[in-house]
């Protein structure tokens, strides 16, 4: 079994986003936002089925943990009220996608975070998707400032409610920002990556899994800058006075396989254990084109990933094994179907 573990609903129906559009609108305007429109099934079956469920076949995986569109959460637009809006339709639209297709789709909700405010609307919405939606994760952003870095690092007490109910639910969490309000940072191709080098960063200054022995993070995009920097960052820990990397954050970090070419995969892979890497490609996500030196979709992950000579235990951790221990409610799923 093929497992992808990032995939976002970046094709979903035009009236999910025109709601969004109009819900801006009214808070720019002091109004109300209008009634959430009403979007059929044929309408989540087409964006799906000619999307990502069509190219899930044609690569030859099997699952994706599906979440509501990364760039689109937009946590600094808005204010909390509208954040916690926003966030409930985009769950219960990928809910509904789950229903639909429960083989194929497994549900990681976005937060209803929002700058400066605290997380108890976040710990309530992950509460109600984990044990009334069915979801196996959530997606948590470390800036919802959009690029403004304004929140205190994820290793300070401020974020402990999320994860004291992460923790008590047994969901990790993808630590993935949203778009961009920075002129300065491009959102998929410096924010992002930005993101994941500085989450593990700050992961590296504290000692948050002293705390929580058993929280798991996946930092996406193959853990942006990480991999590439693996000495400084051994280095770093060294020069702070931490535990070995292998000690202090890995038994508890995880990177995917988001990376969009052959010799970056390679990197990863000689540089991570293969315990902490799971399968992931965020088709249908930031870059969509075909590479001109291969012919092939930059985002069809698991090409290079079939390239790389790995033993048949270590391929089956990373495709399947490595995402149904990281996320256990899935793997509970699975086996309830004999899977």
């Known amino acids: ?47 799906i089925e000619q999307n990502q469920l069509r190219l899930l076949h ?31 339709a985009c769950n219960d639209l990928i809910a509904r996608v789950t229903g639909l297709f429960p083989e194929t ?21 992950l509460e109600r998707c984990v044990t009334e939606l069915g979801f196996v994760g959530c997606n948590l952003n470390p800036d919802p400032s959009g690029g403004r870095w304004t929140s205190l690092p994820l290793t300070d007490r401020y974020w402990y409610p999320i994860f004291e109910k992460m923790t008590e639910l047994d969901v990790p969490a993808m630590v993935h920002v949203s778009a961009s309000c920075n ?8 924010h992002y990556i930005n993101a994941d080098t500085t989450a593990f960063m700050q992961l590296i200054q504290g000692d ?15 853990g942006g800058a990480v991999p590439y920097h693996w000495g400084r960052y051994r280095g770093l820990a060294d020069m702070l006075k931490k535990p070995p990397l292998s000690e202090h954050v890995m038994k508890n970090v995880f990177f995917d396989t988001c990376v969009y070419h052959q010799p970056g995969i390679d990197l990863l892979f000689e540089v991570v254990d293969v315990d902490n890497i799971l399968f992931g490609s965020e088709m249908v996500g930031a870059v969509r084109g075909i590479d001109p030196e291969t012919g092939c979709y930059f985002d069809d992950t698991k ?24 996320y256990p409610r899935l793997d509970k799923a699975l086996r309830a179907r004999g899977l």
């Open 1 to 47: 079994m093929i497992i992808d573990c990032h995939g976002h609903y970046t094709t979903a129906p035009a009236a999910h986003t025109g709601w969004r559009a109009s819900q801006l609108a009214a808070f720019r305007e002091g109004g109300r936002a209008p009634a959430y429109p009403a979007i059929s099934d044929d309408e989540i079956r087409e964006s």
């Open 58 to 88: 044609e690569r030859g995986a099997d699952m994706t943990i599906f979440s509501p569109r990364a760039s689109a959460m937009a946590h600094h637009e808005g204010d909390e009220r509208v954040s916690r809006a926003w966030a409930r």
């Open 105 to 125: 789709f497994a549900g990681v909700c976005q937060l209803p975070q929002s700058p400066g405010a605290g997380l108890g609307p976040s710990v309530a919405e």
């Open 183 to 190: 002129p300065v940072f491009h959102a998929t191709g410096a």
């Open 208 to 222: 948050l899994f002293a705390d929580f022995p058993s929280l798991r993070l996946v930092i996406p995009h193959g």
């Open 303 to 326: 090409r290079y990933v079939d390239a790389l000579s790995l033993t048949e235990a270590d391929r089956a951790k990373v495709y399947s094994g490595n995402a149904r221990r990281v």
